[in-house]
Each structure stands twice: as structure tokens, then as C-alpha cells.
DNA sequence: CGATAACTTGACCCGGGTCAACGCCGGTGG
DNA sequence: CCACCGGCGTTGACCCGGGTCAAGTTATCG
């Protein structure tokens, strides 16, 4: 029913309880890495600051440190002061938002080059989800002052910023047409679908059941349910534990139903 | 099924398909009701521009258009160049996307104050809804280099435009977690007690059972046994045709089940 | 006042929710 | 090294919410 794992949000040192349960909690501290060097990043085209100039870089004096998170270790929680924006360099992460009931529902997920913590635009934001790492994940951290000022004097990075943010509304309006509507079938056929995306190769990593229905609204069961049958219909062809090849044309016939 | 009311789109003139069904197209000419007088609008103070000084307005050049748009009526389309941005003076507009199988999911309503269309805020952006009045609705049009513009050198209104941005986002993943998640009975409430969330009165009105449906991901025949099965038990009282009064506190506690 | 759309209700039945059992690990402690 | 245990995935049995199809009724509008 409710997720388990340990958590930890960056500048909430303390024990807190989340939704009903408690939960072991661990300052980010311990998932530190080091300080980031932006200006030789692998990601650096693709990436937040994309358009900034070498010197922007010089203007920058508030610390970039990378963190690398363990699966199920939690960037920030919902409510916290919104003070950082995150990239996503490797994993995956998802939002999370809590019903009064305590039942969970995975708004988004975020992945390679995706932003993080857009909330810290407005100052004096609060983040609205919990952003939990799914897999082992690394992100950088930029103080949300410093976006703010870059933002405003550079068009490029600006620009950059409401792409993202345009980004986030497309997919959140997707995940309420494509993966809350029809058949349990069709919403997993469109999850999957939707992994391997802008991918070179059909192969991907799954979910717990249990997030796959979190984000799909419907039960642990009926995701495990339709995911073996999808396997007993090669439709999914597993070649390490959860991880698959997608019989691609197929499943398209079954989203669209 | 679909949707058959009278549509149309400005700069859109001619027929289109509009997903398996022809609609009647109207030019938003006929809609047009003036040029508008932002510096004693009634809504200024609580509008997109509510931070713009007298002086400001002096450089406003591109004319600023209102429209009156009866129910049934498009303000853009999906895929449409976004060249303008809109406020919402009076009514309500449904924000509408379709499925492959050309059913439709709605994705969010503008009423009030509420702006459409920052999709302009990119250049070259195109519209990713369908904007439909679904009751008589006055709309400002700006054209999008002017928001561009203004925004670029005023400070307040880039922030304003920042929090807009924020709210769409916070709604889309409301529509989620609150009017996509849970039975029939408790998405209906839900759905009741934000229409008349911050109002000072309990009255709302509705919208078709088959809108409803469209929002929450059900049937028109479930929304229709549900609202017909709350108004036995006196959960809604109808004043006049479709606009009730809401059981608050009892419709709270089906909400949160 | 006829026509068309929107709403309501009934009957039927199936998808998927619920509860429970079981197998398969990976980790922990004796 | 092995026994134990807690998570997670899978599967079965049951049954109810709500989807589907089909009237019938009530508004709305030309």
C-alpha cells in the first residue's frame, strides 16, 4: 500500500512523518558527491544551462554540488522551502503526491537532462511533490537565487526556462490523457510505450508494480496482472530481471485500441 | 459521444475536421466586441497585467482585443500557431484534448482572471488544447510579442507570468491526484467542492453530464446516476436548472472517502 | 409545437478491485 | 552454512462498481 523505503530530503535533517507512516530519514549530506563542474559536463548541450557563455560561469559563486542518490531516497518532500532546481543527470525520479487518504499517486517522472524543482522560480515557492529516485540517480544542485539572476539577464537561459516549464504542463496534461484514460491494458501499453520513446533501442527498465499503478491509477495487482500477460503474449520479452524488449507495433495496436 | 456543439477558431476561418466529426465554423470576428481599455478594467487589479504602471500602457501599440464567445465556441485549436494570449473576463472555457479513438479527456478549466494560452509565451509554440466556452464568456486577447515584450523589461509582470505558469501546473496535477483517482461518488464531489472552492457561496453551476464525464474519466451515464443519486439525498439542491447548492461539509466526506 | 439534444433510469455483465495464498529471492542472524 | 523473514511479484476466487446498450423523460430551440 504505502512506499516504504528510506527517505531523506536535502535540508530536512530531522525524523518526519509522511502520510500515515514513518519513515527512516537521512540528510542528503550523505549523498554528496562533490561540486559539480558545469563547464566540462558531458550533458552541458542538452542541459539547463545549455546557452550560457563561459564567462556566465564565472558570475556563479553559490556552489553546484552533485548528489547521487540511492533508489528510494527522497530529493525534497512536498511543502519544504523551494531554494534549489535540480538536473537530472542518470536515474529516475518520480513526484509524488499523497491523497488525504494516504494513497499515493506518481504525478510525473523525471529523467535524464529533465528539471527538477521549477517551483524555486517563485520566490518563496514550495515544492508540490515528493521527488523519490527510482533507481541509483545523480542531480545537480543550483541554489534557486542563482537561476533567478542568470534568468533574468540572460534571454537564452530564460528561454530555456519557460521551454521547460511548457515541457512539464505537456507532460502532465499527457499523463492525465494517455495514462488515466481507458483500459488497464491500454494504460500499460501507453506506459511502456511511452519508456522507450526518443530511444534508440526498445529495451527498458520497469517499475515496481506498485508504481506502475500509483502512476497508471489502478491496483498493484491488476499491474502485475497485465504485465504477465503481456510477457505470456511476447508482447514484452524479458532479458534481465524487469528489464524488457517491447514488441513495439503491437502494443501501439493495444494503446490505441 | 463527441462533442457537436458550434465551433471556431480566431485565424482559424475555414471548415476543419475536428476529430471524426464536421462542426460548423464560425470566424472569432463575429465574436469580436471591441477594443479593450486595460487602464479601467474592471479586473486589473487581479489580471495578467495587474503590475504594469500608467506608462506602460503608453507603449502598448498592437491592439488589444475583447470577445464574446457563446457556449459551444472555440477560442483555438490544438496545433494552431500560438500567436495570442487570453484572459478570462466572465465564464468558463474547457481546455480539451482528444484521444487517438477521438474520444475526448479534459484537461483543465479557465474561469475568471484565469489566463490561456501560454503556449505564446515560446515563439513558434502552437496551442495544445482546444479552448471551448461552455458558457457565455468574455475573453482580452493579447498579442503574444507584446507579452514577450513587456515581460522582458518588467520584472513584476515576468513574475506574474512565472506564477501563472505555476498554477497550471499545480491545476494539471490536481486533475490527477483529485479528479482522477478513486470511485465515481468521490470524483464527483471532488469536482462540486472545487467549483466553489474560494467563493463565498455554495451555489455553482453545472456543466453537461457528458463534460463532467469527460473531466473525471468516466461515462455521461455515471455522472448523470451520480449527481441525479446526490441531489435524492439532498447533497445538491437545484435552484434553478443545473445550478445547485452544495452540502459542503457531507460532500467532504465523500470526497476523501 | 414538433424536433433534437440533454438528462435519467433500467438491465445486464465484465473489468478490475479486494482479500488471500504462495513462490521467489536477498538479507540477517544464529 | 542454513534457517528465517520481510518484500515483491504472481495467481486464484469472489464480487461489486461502473461500462454498455437501450428506453423513456424532460428541456431547449427553431
Redesign the interface.
Known amino acids: 500500500m504505502g512506499y516504504t523505503g528510506a527517505s531523506g530530503a536535502l535540508g530536512a535533517p530531522n525524523d518526519e512523518i509522511q502520510t500515515s507512516q514513518m519513515v527512516k530519514s537521512v540528510t542528503l549530506r550523505e549523498a554528496w558527491s562533490g561540486e559539480a563542474d558545469c563547464l566540462n559536463c558531458s550533458l552541458r548541450t542538452s542541459v539547463l544551462f545549455a546557452g550560457l557563455a563561459e564567462s556566465d560561469f564565472e558570475q556563479i559563486h553559490d556552489p553546484i554540488d552533485q548528489y547521487t542518490l540511492k533508489p528510494g531516497t527522497s530529493l525534497y518532500h512536498t511543502g519544504d522551502a523551494a531554494e534549489h532546481m535540480f538536473t537530472v543527470r542518470t536515474g529516475v525520479l518520480k513526484l509524488v503526491?499523497y491523497?488525504?487518504?494516504g494513497?499515493q499517486?506518481i504525478?510525473r517522472i523525471a529523467r535524464t537532462t529533465d528539471v527538477l524543482g521549477?517551483?524555486a522560480?517563485?520566490e518563496g515557492?514550495t515544492y508540490?511533490?515528493d521527488a523519490i529516485a527510482l533507481q541509483p540517480t545523480e542531480v545537480c544542485r543550483f541554489p534557486a537565487r542563482l537561476v533567478r539572476d542568470l534568468g533574468?539577464n540572460n534571454?537564452e537561459l530564460?528561454?530555456e526556462l519557460?521551454?521547460r516549464?511548457?515541457r512539464?504542463?505537456?507532460e502532465?496534461?499527457a499523463?492525465?490523457?494517455?495514462l488515466?484514460?481507458?483500459s488497464a491494458r491500454q494504460r500499460i501499453a501507453r506506459l511502456l510505450l511511452r519508456l522507450v520513446r526518443d530511444r534508440e533501442s526498445s529495451a527498458c527498465q520497469l517499475f515496481s508494480r506498485e508504481d506502475m499503478g500509483a502512476m497508471l491509477?489502478i491496483t498493484t495487482e491488476t499491474a502485475s496482472r497485465t504485465i504477465a500477460e503481456f510477457k505470456r503474449q511476447s508482447l514484452l520479452v524479458e532479458t534481465s530481471p524487469n528489464r524488457f524488449l517491447l514488441d513495439i507495433p503491437n502494443l501501439k495496436r493495444i494503446a490505441?485500441?
Not at 499523463?175 to 494517455?178: D, Q, R
Open positions: 503526491q491523497l488525504p487518504d494513497s499517486r504525478v521549477l517551483e522560480m517563485l515557492g508540490q511533490h533574468s534571454p530564460h528561454r519557460i521551454s516549464w511548457q512539464a504542463l505537456n502532465a496534461d499523463w492525465l490523457t494517455e488515466s484514460t481507458g491509477g490505441e485500441g
